[in-house]
């Protein structure tokens, strides 16, 4: 991978206020659904926030395989990640990706029992800047 395309990938990620995060259902179908994207360890790991009650929240328990998807829709540029999906409930990573507002949807605080990060470690990817291009993630390290 040419430094024009990792410029290309950091870029995209890093302007994108949501990413469409994948799961696998019980039987076997692909669920999608839009998340803001909060925050990430460089490239590899993408932090999302949401409730543990939620259906795909269940889905990724029983299934970690995931993938998160970033786009701008307007250049038709798109970087897809493939990857496992971890449920974090310790106050660490809860506390890391609290925000003003949350809440609203935690009456409890930051540490309601409803409230959980998702950690999304990627392990390659695919990248259209207009042809696709496959890649690792040892290649955008």
Not at 11 to 29: F, N, R
Not at 87 to 109: A, Q, V
């Amino acid at each position: 991978m040419n430094e024009k395309m990792k410029k290309g990938i950091r870029s995209l990620i890093e302007k994108a206020k949501h990413v469409y995060v994948s799961s696998v259902d019980e039987k076997g179908y692909p669920n999608t659904k839009a998340m803001h994207s909060l925050e990430r360890d460089g490239l590899t790991v993408h932090y999302f926030s949401t409730n543990l009650s939620s259906r795909r929240t269940a889905q990724f328990r029983l299934n970690p395989k995931a993938c998160i998807y970033y786009c701008n829709e307007s250049a038709y540029r798109g970087v897809m990640l493939i990857g496992t999906m971890e449920i974090c409930t310790d106050s660490y990573h809860k506390e890391r990706l609290w925000r003003t507002g949350f809440e609203r949807f935690y009456p409890n605080g930051v540490g309601d029992d409803d409230y959980c990060v998702y950690k999304f470690t990627a392990e390659k990817g695919r990248y259209y800047p207009g042809s696709s291009e496959t890649f690792t993630v040892q290649e955008l390290l």
